[in-house]
Every structure is written in structure tokens, then in C-alpha cells.
């Protein structure tokens, strides 16, 4: 079974501070996304990624990086935490493959910036 | 970019009903739409996708129609149980190139009642 994990589950940060989320894949995907999940927006992409050392921006990549640094591992940075980035974070990974392109979502990342 | 559009914020069927969530997109490059389903507390995870080169496709009690002139497609799932009851994620993407970048709607509460 792919397993794509977060963490940590749950994030309570202040304004202007530096907030990381992790994710690990074991489904040897190449490719990893960023999304944020809101009421009234549903998913909305922040960054992804096509394999180690790769980051490309989404449609909501303002006020946050990303990092590859290896296949397993994508992380999203907030250099400078804001109230409007409280959100559910999901991480997941993928491939386009001739039969399978669907994605596996890790248990999310519930982020509180007060 | 591309937009994707939900039209049922919420629906509420009784159990044995057929439900109906509709989705409109506006990119005519998009040529893959998956359906992911998020249990209460949970994360995502897929239940049926459909391609560009057919119109229908049948998955056990999940129907998907795709009607590429009016950039429509739409979920059906028979004789509902309280099982299906969650938030359902329709998206789309252009499945060109290395990656699967999907674009969701804003999500469908579905309610089965028993």
C-alpha cells in the first residue's frame, strides 16, 4: 500500500515565525504536490515537484518554499508565518504512468498561525 | 489556468437514493478527471477517474460522465449507503508532460441519511 506521511499532525505557530512541514513517500514517486485545503476553496496547489532537487510553483506558491532534497521527501517552508495561513496542509505523491495517474494524499497538517 | 467548478456545495439523499455531484471546468486541453473522496477526519484517496476519450465509465455503484462540449462532467453513485456519506473532490488535469497537476473543485458534502 503507498504510504505518503506527514508531519507533524498538527502545528500552532506565531506570526512571523518559520513553520516547516514534512512529508515522506515510500512509493518511490517521482513526483510530490503541496496543497492547502479551505472551506469554499477546496484544494488549492502550492508547490510540486518532479523528482529530487526539483520545485516548481503552483497556483498559490506566495509566501512559501519548497524543498526536495531527496526522492522520499518534499518539504514546505513558511519564512515568515501569517493568520492567513492557517489552513490543512496535504502532502502527495504521484506518477503519470500509461494506467495510474492518481495521486496518494498523506493525513494532513493542520496549521494554526496566531 | 485552469478553473474547476462544484456545483452541489452539500446533498442530502436517503440511503438507497442515487446521488449527483456535478463538476464544470473551462480548460479544453484537460483530458483526465479523478474523483477523490475525504472521510470525516481523514485524508483523500481516489474512487474513479475517467479520460478524455470516452464518455462513461462504471466503477461497481460509481458512474462517471464526461460531456467534453460543455466542459462537464459529473458523478453518480447508486443505491447510496451511510458509508458514502463524505466530502467528494472532483479535478481535472491536462495529463501532459512528467506530471499529474490536478485542479479541484471546492468539494460536495454528501449526507446519505438511513
Known amino acids: 500500500e503507498a504510504a505518503v506521511t506527514q508531519s507533524p499532525r498538527n502545528k500552532v505557530a506565531v506570526t512571523g515565525g518559520k513553520v516547516t512541514l514534512s512529508c515522506n513517500q515510500t512509493n518511490n514517486h517521482n513526483n510530490m504536490y503541496w496543497y492547502r485545503q479551505d472551506t469554499g476553496h477546496g484544494l488549492r496547489l502550492i508547490h510540486y515537484s518532479y523528482g529530487a532537487g526539483s520545485t516548481e510553483k503552483g497556483d498559490i506558491p506566495d509566501g512559501y518554499k519548497a524543498s526536495r532534497p531527496s526522492q522520499e521527501n518534499f518539504s514546505l517552508i513558511l519564512e515568515l508565518a501569517t ?3 492557517t489552513s490543512v496542509y496535504f502532502c502527495a505523491s504521484g506518477d503519470r504512468g500509461a494506467s495510474n495517474e492518481r495521486l496518494f494524499f498523506g493525513h494532513g497538517t493542520k496549521l494554526s498561525v496566531l | 489556468g485552469e478553473k474547476v467548478e462544484q456545483h452541489e456545495s452539500t446533498l442530502s439523499v436517503r440511503e438507497g437514493d442515487s446521488a449527483v455531484i456535478n463538476c464544470t471546468y473551462t480548460d479544453t486541453a484537460s483530458s483526465y478527471f ?3 473522496k475525504q472521510e470525516a477526519g ?3 484517496h481516489f ?3 475517467i479520460r478524455s ?3 462513461r465509465k462504471q466503477s461497481q455503484r460509481l458512474i462517471v460522465l464526461l460531456d467534453k462540449k460543455a466542459k462537464r462532467f459529473s458523478l453518480h453513485i447508486t443505491a447510496t449507503q451511510p458509508e458514502d456519506s463524505a466530502i467528494y473532490f472532483c479535478a481535472a488535469s491536462r495529463a501532459t508532460g512528467g506530471n499529474n497537476k490536478l485542479t479541484f473543485g ?3 458534502v454528501l449526507s446519505v441519511i438511513p
Open chain 1, 83 to 85: 493568520p492567513s495561513q
Open chain 2, 34 to 36: 479523478p474523483w477523490y
Open chain 2, 42 to 44: 481523514k485524508s483523500l
Open chain 2, 47 to 49: 474512487v474513479i477517474d
Open chain 2, 53 to 55: 476519450n470516452v464518455d
Open chain 2, 106 to 108: 471546492q468539494g460536495t
